[in-house]
Nanobody, 120 residues
Framework: QVQLVEVGGGLVQPDGSLRLACVASGFTLDDYAVGWFRQAPGKEREGVSCISSSDGSTFYVDSTKGRFTVSRDNAKNTVYLQMNSLKLEDTAVYYC?????????????WGQGTLVTVSL
């Protein structure tokens, strides 16, 4: 069964850190680009970051540059999102997804999401 599972969400204080993992099963993750998306309450889902399959190039939305780092461990069929210096506005459900490329419009598989809450 083709599946993506996000783990690592939770409650953290401002300026804290969390690491999310996107674990794939039923297919080889390194054949795909992996994107991280988030959806805050009352807002549309937005792309946060992406890591390509070809050369490991990474991309970030401006609001996360310098704070978030995406990486992949092909041996574990897993992609990580390290989130540092978290802000209240980072609160959202975070999803990982695979695409043919970071610029590809179509998402092939979505994860179920994991909630990140940044709060005092």
């Amino acid at each position: 069964q083709v599946q993506l599972v996000e783990v690592g969400g939770g409650l953290v204080q401002p300026d804290g850190s969390l690491r999310l993992a996107c674990v794939a099963s039923g297919f080889t993750l390194d054949d795909y680009a992996v994107g991280w998306f988030r959806q805050a309450p009352g807002k549309e889902r937005e792309g946060v970051s992406c890591i390509s399959s070809s050369d490991g190039s990474t991309f970030y939305v401006d609001s996360t540059k310098g704070r978030f780092t995406v990486s992949r461990d092909n041996a574990k069929n897993t992609v990580y999102l390290q989130m540092n210096s978290l802000k209240l506005e980072d609160t959202a459900v975070y999803y990982c997804a695979v695409k043919r490329g970071c610029r590809a419009p179509k998402v092939e598989v979505w994860g179920q999401g994991t909630l990140v809450t940044v709060s005092l």
